[in-house]
Every structure is written in structure tokens, then in C-alpha cells.
């Protein structure tokens, strides 16, 4: 049984009410269980997120709080915006050289979204707001795409919209990688590609839905551009499988095709400028960051249960390289449930595409070599073939598995609505399996961690004494790869001030290659040994001169110490050999730039 032709009907008619006689019936009222299952998908990410809300100034997710401060300041620095002072090329970040927000995972679309959140409650609740919401709008999508656009029966639509937002994939990338969690714009990709595909002719609908495809993919390029390129990736396989399936009419091929034509050609002009500056623009760097090999997925992942999920433990870490990436951890019970509904329904060509596709995509997760149970092995990989491609070199191979996500949701929500709608002997048993099998991978609340709120002296804007507006404030000590936190002075002033230093991707490599940070200037070296050792460095002339040749080229106009760093003392005593005794200003000690 295939999917049903689209219609101008705002809901789809269920597929079994197209082969009865007579007159249709009337359709019930489904919208109060549509607004219902809404609100369970915003309960659910609300309880993920729980523990972050009682003082989100004041907590951090504990998996990965670095990233967590980095998209703090990119969110603040959206609100730049509304001033009429945002540009894709800023050097409020690593003052004075910059940062290419496009060669970044910037947040550029969700932070001007929610700006006006950030103006009004600070980059911390925003970021609060966004790790709930993807989840919760990306479920409500899927959900509405099954129940609406595919005819779904509601309850497999609810379960496998459940699975698309809080898989383990998604709740492990919810720990600070919000680019990667921000997928409420597939569904809406994906009908526009199911609309096109159910057209025989080529209509002012072709046209109109093609250039709503277009924007759509504009607007994901700048909310979430790896989820874009997952996404182009999975629709491509899933389409070729599809339709040697299905073997549609030659009738849908025109259409088909000038609708995505149309949509590819809005996009391709739209992102012309961006996507020039991103990989050629000023601060673009070539290559990829990380390595392939150790962002792989290991074999075991598959059949395993995450750390982060009901049923899981601490054992399986070992199989992956971080917490923010448990993409792969679908777990044996799910994946024998999703075998078993492709043999019972392999000729429904969605759920055999899905699966095909979703197989494809799961072997380019397992990187260039394959790792088995935490060991190394001499076969390689199919992601070995991708090896040296332009862009594609700097994908992570065991992301290649989030777009599975969706497509295990689509076989089961098809399965329980098979069950449910074709048979009385597996209406029950059908759905309590796949209810069975996606229990152990619900997922628990998110770990937090306290941090210090940023202090007063911005917050409050002291910091306006000491530093004009776009001045550059330096931390004490400086703001790196391995300790980003006091970037989140400058996400609460809303970008007021720039921060030589931070964490993000530059041309700071061999050769100009991509690279996390830039090499340290010797002031910013000396703080950071006083840092690490808790011991006052004995000032030479050589280290005063050096701070004058490093204050010109940060052209700073003051530095900070947070009293309750772990070292203050020894900072503090070093920044008076270099610059005379600070100022206690309300909670910071402060040094005017000579």
C-alpha cells in the first residue's frame, strides 16, 4: 500500500478510505488530537530540559558547556541586528582579525528569530528555549507530516514523531550543538518534495511549490547548514530507491523535476554571496577541523543504548567519541522491530526506501576504517571513498546517521498504522512492540552543571567606564579552545564589546588551513601559564614591552579578572607587575590599556 495523492485537502484522507464504495464518510474532528500531541512533544522537551531552567545564567549543560558558551555569544551577537550593525564577517570576536560566522556553526537564523528573547532575558535563556524547542517543533513536524500529509493513523504518527525529535541522536547533539537539533524545517522540505512528486502536470502549484521549497532551503542553510546537507544527502538516495520501487508514471518526471528545478535555482541565488564567503570570504578556511577516524562510529553503537537514554549505562561511552555524539545508538530492540516491519511491508516503496536508505547512510557513519567494540579493524570503510572531496572532507561520518532518525520513524509510524488500520489480530500487538522497543531509548534529563553568572560589571554595564561601545575588553586570562567561558562577559552585554581570542574555527592552520583558535599572543601565553600553575610570574621588561605591542594590536582599552577564578590571586599580582594596581569596580578587578 503506497502513500496516498496529495490533494488541496488541508488533511489527508486515510489510505483505506480511497478503496470503499459509496459516499466517504465524514471525516471526524482530528485537530484537538493534533493540538494535543503537540502538547506532549513541549512537555517532553520541557522535562528534558528541566534543570537548566531554575537559573539558566547560573547552569551549564555538564556534557559539553565549551560549545554551550560559544553559541551563547553567537546568539547575542544576532541581536547586533536590531542595531543595524550585524555583518556575516565580524571582529568582535578574535579582536581585531574576526571571525567568518559562515564558516562557524553561527546560529545566525535562530539567533535573529529570537533575538527579541535575548534583548529582553539574556543569551542564557535563549539558549535554554532553543535546546527545548528543536526537539519539540521537530517532533510536531514529523507528526504532522505522517498524520497529514501521508494519512498516518494518529498514533503511529505519534510515535514515530516521538522517535524523530527525542532518538538518541537528537538528545546527545542537544548538548550545545542546537545547529544540529534545529531540523523543524525538514518536514516542510520533505512535503514539498512529496508535493511534487504526486503531480502529473505541470501547473502554477509546481511553480509555487518550488519556490517555497527554495526559501525553505535558504532558510535551513542559514538555521542549520550541515542538517541542509544531511538532508539534500538522504533525499536524493531515498528518491532514487523510490522510484525504482515504485516505478511511477513518466507523467511525474516533468513536474518532478521543474519543481526542483525551480526551488535549487531560488536557493542557488540566494546563497550565491553566502556561500562564496564562506568558503573564499575574509577569516574562510579550507579543510576540515576534525578527524574523520575519530569522529567515526563504531559498529557495536548500533545495537547498543545510549548513556544518555532510560535503559542505558556508562560502559558504552567507550564506543563514541563524546556524549554530544551518540547518533548511532538506535539499540538491538529497534532495530529488530524495524527489520521485521520492512519484511512485512518491503512492497510499500516509502518503507523500503527508508530502509534502504537508512542502511546507506549508516554504513558512511562507520568513517573510513570500521571499528569494531572499541577496536580498530583493516577494512575500510565506505566513507573512505569520500576522502579528499571538496566540503564533504570536513563532514563528521557518524552524523551521516541522524538522517536514519526520521527514516526508522517513517517504518514505524507506517507499521502501527498498518497494524492498526489492516489487521485485527495485530491492532494491539503491533503497536505495543514498537512501544516496547522505543521505551529503553527514552531519554533522561539532561546533566547541568553550576556555573558562575557573568559578572555585574557587565550585566549591569559598568563596564561602559572603562571600554566605548565596540571597544575591546580583554579577559584575564584570555578566552580559548579550552576554556571559553569568559566569552559569556560579552554575550551579556549583548556584543557590546569585543574579545581577542575565543573558540571558533579559523584559518590559523599549516598553510592557512581550518584550525579551533588562534595561537595565543606571548601576553595572552603568560596569563595562561599564571592560569594553569597558580603561581605570579615574575614581570620582566621583556613582558611589559610585549603587553605594549599586544594591547596596539588588540587596540584594548581595558582588562578583567573575575575574583573567583580558582588563580585569581596569582593573576592579579602578575597584572600588577604589568600594569599597576587594578581597580576594584563593584565584582571585577580592572586595568586601564596604557
Known amino acids: 500500500m503506497t502513500s496516498p495523492p496529495l490533494t488541496d485537502e488541508v488533511e489527508m484522507a486515510p489510505p483505506e478510505a480511497l478503496t470503499n464504495e459509496g459516499p466517504p464518510l465524514q471525516a471526524p474532528r482530528r485537530w484537538p488530537v493534533d493540538v494535543g500531541a503537540g502538547l506532549l512533544f513541549i512537555l517532553a522537551a520541557a522535562l528534558l530540559t528541566h534543570r537548566l531552567w531554575p ?6 549543560l555538564a556534557h559539553n558547556p565549551s560549545d554551550q558558551a560559544l553559541d551563547e555569544w553567537f546568539l547575542a551577537y544576532a541581536t547586533r541586528a536590531y542595531r543595524g550593525d550585524f555583518t556575516f564577517v565580524t571582529d568582535m570576536l578574535n579582536a581585531p582579525e574576526g571571525v567568518n560566522l559562515l564558516a562557524n556553526a553561527s546560529l545566525i537564523g535562530m539567533g535573529l528569530l529570537l533575538a527579541p528573547v535575548t534583548l529582553a532575558f539574556g543569551a542564557p535563556v535563549t539558549f535554554s528555549l532553543l535546546v527545548a524547542g528543536n526537539l519539540a517543533a521537530t517532533g510536531i513536524g514529523w507528526y504532522l507530516l505522517f498524520a497529514r500529509t501521508l494519512g498516518t493513523h494518529r498514533a503511529g504518527a505519534l510515535l514515530g514523531g516521538a522517535f524523530a525529535a527525542f532518538a538518541p541522536g537528537m538528545v546527545s547533539q542537544s548538548n550545545a550543538h542546537l545547529h544540529m537539533t534545529a531540523a523543524w524545517l525538514v518536514p516542510p522540505i520533505v ?18 511549490t518550488g519556490l517555497l521549497l527554495g526559501a525553505l532551503v535558504t532558510a535551513q542553510f542559514f538555521v542549520g547548514e550541515e542538517v541542509l546537507f544531511l538532508t539534500a544527502v538522504t533525499l536524493a538516495v531515498f528518491t532514487l530507491v523510490f522510484a525504482a520501487a515504485a516505478r511511477p508514471s513518466r507523467r511525474v518526471a516533468p513536474p518532478f523535476i521543474l519543481g526542483l528545478g525551480i526551488g535549487a535555482g531560488l536557493a542557488a541565488i540566494l ?41 542505558g549505562d556508562d560502559s558504552a561511552a567507550r564506543l563514541v567519541s563524546g556524549p554530544a555524539e551518540y547518533t548511532t545508538f538506535f ?18 516503496p516509502a518503507v523500503l526506501a527508508s530502509a534502504v536508505t537508512a542502511v546507506v547512510l549508516s554504513l558512511f557513519a562507520l568513517g573510513p576504517w570500521i571499528v569494531v567494540d572499541d577496536s580498530p579493524t583493516d577494512q575500510r ?25 526520521p527514516l526508522l520513524a517513517v517504518i514505524v509510524a507506517r507499521v502501527v498504522h498498518a497494524a492498526i488500520t489492516q489487521t485485527e489480530t495485530l491492532r494491539l500487538l503491533v503497536p505495543v512492540a514498537v512501544t516496547a522497543a522505543l521505551v529503553p531509548l527514552a531519554p533522561v534529563p539532561l546533566a547541568v552543571t553550576d556555573r558562575a553568572p557573568a559578572p555585574r560589571f557587565f550585566t549591569e554595564g559598568y563596564w561602559r567606564m572603562y571600554t566605548p561601545e ?13 576554556d571559553p567561558d569568559a566569552m559569556r562577559w560579552a554575550a551579556a552585554t549583548d556584543v557590546r564589546i569585543a574579545t581577542p581570542q575565543g573558540w571558533f574555527i579559523g584559518p590559523y592552520g599549516k598553510g592557512g588551513a581550518a584550525a579551533v583558535g588562534v595561537y595565543p599572543r606571548p601576553t595572552s601565553q603568560l596569563l595562561q601559564r599564571v592560569a594553569k600553575s597558580g603561581s605570579a610570574a615574575s614581570v620582566t621588561d621583556q613582558d611589559r614591552a610585549s603587553l605594549d605591542r599586544d594591547v596596539a594590536y588588540w587596540r584594548a582599552s581595558s582588562f578583567v579578572l573575575d575574583p573567583r ?20 569596580v563593584e565584582d571585577v578587578w580592572v586595568w586601564r590599556a596604557p
Open 331 to 348: 539499540g538491538a530492540p529497534l532495530l529488530l522491530v524495524a527489520l521485521g516491519a520492512t519484511v512485512w511491508m518491503w512492497r510499500q
Open 565 to 584: 577564578h580558582p588563580n585569581a590571586g596569582a593573576l592579579k599580582q602578575t597584572m600588577d607587575g604589568l600594569l599597576g594596581p587594578g581597580e576594584r
Open 470 to 482: 565596540d571597544g575591546v575588553v580583554v579577559p584575564v586570562p584570555l578566552p580559548d579552545p579550552r
Open 271 to 311: 546563497l550565491a554571496y553566502p556561500l562564496w564567503l564562506q568558503f573564499q570570504g575574509p577569516q574562510s578556511a579550507a579543510g576540515g577541523v576534525f578527524q574523520p577516524v575519530f569522529f567515526s562510529a563504531d559498529l557495536y553503537s548500533f545495537t547498543a543504548i545510549s548513556p544518555l537514554s532510560l535503559a
Open 191 to 208: 512535503w514539498c518534495v512529496v508535493r511534487l512528486a504526486h503531480q502529473t502536470d505541470v501547473t502554477w502549484r509546481t511553480a509555487r
Open 381 to 405: 570503510g565506505p566513507f573512505a571513498l569520500l576522502s579528499g572531496l571538496p566540503v564533504i572532507e570536513s563532514a563528521l561520518p557518524t552524523r551521516f546517521a541522524l538522517p536514519a532518525i
Open 55 to 60: 537559573g539558566p545564567a547560573g547552569r551549564a
